[in-house]
């Protein structure tokens, strides 16, 4: 069992930064894959940045260059450096921890870019 526990959205304007974190308690957080995941209102949840156990990380093109995700396994921690924010990045940022077919989620986080 993991539990996942997100921090800091919040407003930020067209252009700037956030840094999200999500902290995992349970056991063996190491050989997760760990993503951050949004979903924006009347949408489907999309993946935004994934990173494996071994240090692979993975973008889809919408964000490809502008954020970037990392793990300390030592703090049992992931994060997404969110830059160049744009209006359409607005939603609520998920936390998830995948191994096979098990998957956990946090509670999410809300960001908003807006001027």
């Known amino acids: 069992q993991v539990q996942l526990v997100e921090s800091g959205g919040g407003l930020v304007q067209p252009g700037g930064s956030l840094r999200l974190s999500c902290a995992a308690s349970?056991?063996?957080?190491?050989?997760?894959?760990m993503g951050w995941y949004r979903q924006a209102p009347g949408k489907q949840r999309e993946l935004v940045a994934a990173?494996?156990?071994?240090?692979?990380?993975n973008y889809p093109d919408s964000v490809k260059g502008r954020f970037t995700i990392s793990r300390d396994n030592a703090k049992n921690t992931v994060y997404l450096q969110a830059n160049s924010l744009k209006p359409e990045d607005t939603a609520v940022y998920y936390c998830?921890?995948?191994?096979?077919?098990?998957?956990?989620w946090g509670q999410g986080t809300q960001v908003t870019v807006s001027s």
């Open positions: 990173i494996t156990s071994g240090g692979r990380t």
């Open positions: 349970g056991t063996a957080f190491s050989i997760y894959t």
């Open positions: 998830n921890a995948a191994l096979g077919p098990v998957h956990y």
